[in-house]
């Protein structure tokens, strides 16, 4: 039975319908006076996202112009910016009562101005640079009339096979935290209705980047205490930053997908952590627990709104089935009404309550505002510093003045690979290729000259790119191009679509025919720099061994074949550190440095018995990263070693020099491990860390304060405390290469 208006008011006025009433009294007034003019069915209309990747949805097949003017569609994908437009003056010409759609986009690293992939910009550990990106990001996609952004990504990962560990920040709790509150910063600003700042939304809702074997939506299988410790606190401090929505993930927690389980969506997001936002489902993740073998779509609609999920991304169940349910009485109105009111609320916070064409505001200055001057410079400086050179032991670098360079690989000539994943607004012909960008760096007293040596793979298995010609004929070629050249930078890796979702590889290698290129380079004696891209971090021992100089570019954005050509030629000296650990082999993974210890250590840090056929250490350790610069650490110290209580805290100094020529950055880190505590801890977790700039010769004391807040950790009854007792702290340029000091803190 249709209920009428009125009715709903009153139902509304005295059902606790609020997601958290009274914190601000206009707002809420404002929503009960909207939500008492609304149906059930309109309610039930605002929790639902239409129109994620159909581009013109106005009159399109999909009738979702119907759903519009019927009140059935909340907001709508942003992919095409003047559908969009047109779907919120339809719809405030149509609805019977009118209420402005959010326009939402993966802003995952830029808009127009892409910035490195975001585990690439991870790299840089260089937070206010991050949270510039993220406001560049904003003000661009704002001008086009998008106010949400899909991001940030926070699932750590420790697995390069899964195509997404492009999109979040490494394998690291503490750093990931840091680097999603500055996202969420830098996306949603100081006020969220200035028309050029975007709501943020956190996702995946959780634990979605421990996809058993790297596969993409794969089974999630994790105990409480890994949980707690490594893979929810990016979330949470995404949440604590201020992220204004969050997003579902794939996967099962504990057998039941997360876009249905009330334990995570509920209890832990709103109860324990406080969570007031809405909670959109990842695109059809809905209707996809009818797959995951939970119901059909009448149940899956119902559990997944009564575990807490405000909207349904692209399935349009909530709109199929709700009402039916509410009238059946397996779904509560007053949990439509919670979950509506939590949109109302985004809405209002957005501004788009009280003016629909806020996010129209920059629309004759979209020319202006995309691709400034400002914006390149932000996109040059944060590719710059994601550069990590990971070997330089012959001093190739930076590159001396020489009469010719041969560029050779796949990417040397390409615009559109270097953006990586999640790249929309960006055109790639106004970029440049790294060809161009390194002719223009090293002036015309050099030739620089190209040749392609070898499509990206000839393995059918995988997408064969570029491959107009065998690589085989494309290496005989270049072995003749490169002839008479001084040195040779091998510009090899990945493409874009090789990481990102649903993008896995079983063996994260160089491909084979690249690997042929490489050696036949370095036959010719000549010089040969590495320079790879990629979207995750590559297993490469071989080449680690038989190549001097190696440096990982990512897919670095609009600017990353200018950012990389100043890194060659020693315009910057390179800073960036690996976000996560950097195994031998495909064997070894998971492989992470902040593992537990175990009753029978290998060696060392590198915990649990060893392999017959390869080593328990990793190629690269997650922190490292050189220089062309030489840091020496040199006496540290801490101001006491003994502390008491909670509120205490140690002092800890390093002396940090600058053994080099150039100008430079370092990150010194440090670490902390708990020797004996209730359960077994790790061996080593960051805890903090400092990007210094340094001149040559220049030392600078670098001091971090330890408190009990940086020992603290979920227990086996996930209680989080510290135990009293001894402490060891490291520092140092990367997690191996450190030096300890032992310390003892008593309650
Ligand atoms: C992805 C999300 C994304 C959404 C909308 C999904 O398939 O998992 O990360 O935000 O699509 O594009």
Redesign the pocket.
Known sequence: MKRNVTAVALALLTLAASAKQGVDPEMDKFINDLMGRMTLKERIGQLNLGG??TPKVVGSAKGLDKAVKEGLVSSI?GFDPVAAEDVQRFAEDSMRVFIPMIT???VVHGYYTTFPIPLGSSSSWNLGLLEESARVAAREATAFGINWT??P?VDISRDPRWGRVA?GAGEDPYLGSLVAQAMVRGYQGDDLSDGETIMA?T??LVLYGASEAGRDYNTVSMDDVTAYNYFLPTYKAAFDAGAGSG?T??NVVNGVPTTGNRKVMTELLRDQWGFDGFIVS???AIAEMIEHGVGGPQEVAEMAINAGTDMD?SASLYVACLEKSVAEGRVGEEVINTACRRVLEAKYKLGLLKNPWLYYKNKDKRKEIVLSPGNLDVARRLARESVVLLKNSDKVLPLKPVKKIAVVGPMGQERAELLGCWSYGMSADTMSTFVEALAREVGPDTEVVYSQGSNWTEQPAIYKQGGEHPSDSLLMQAVKDVADADLIIATVGEPAVWSG?AHNLTNPDLAEAQKKLLYAMKETGKPVVVALFSGRPLVIEDIDKDFSTILQAWHGGTMAAEALADILTGKEAPSGKLTSTWPRNVGQIPLYYNALRTGRPYSGFWATTKYIDSTNDPLYPFGYGLSYNEYKYDNLRADKLQAKGEGDRIRVTVDVTNLGSMPGKEIVQLYVNDPVAKISRPVMELKDFAKIELAPGETRQVSFDVTPDKLKYYDSELKYGWDAGEFNIFVGPDSRKVEKLAVKWDK
């Open positions: 994620v990747g994908g939402g986009l993966d899909f991001a990504m999109e939304c996702k995946h997003m993930s794939f990842d695109a059809n991304m979702e």
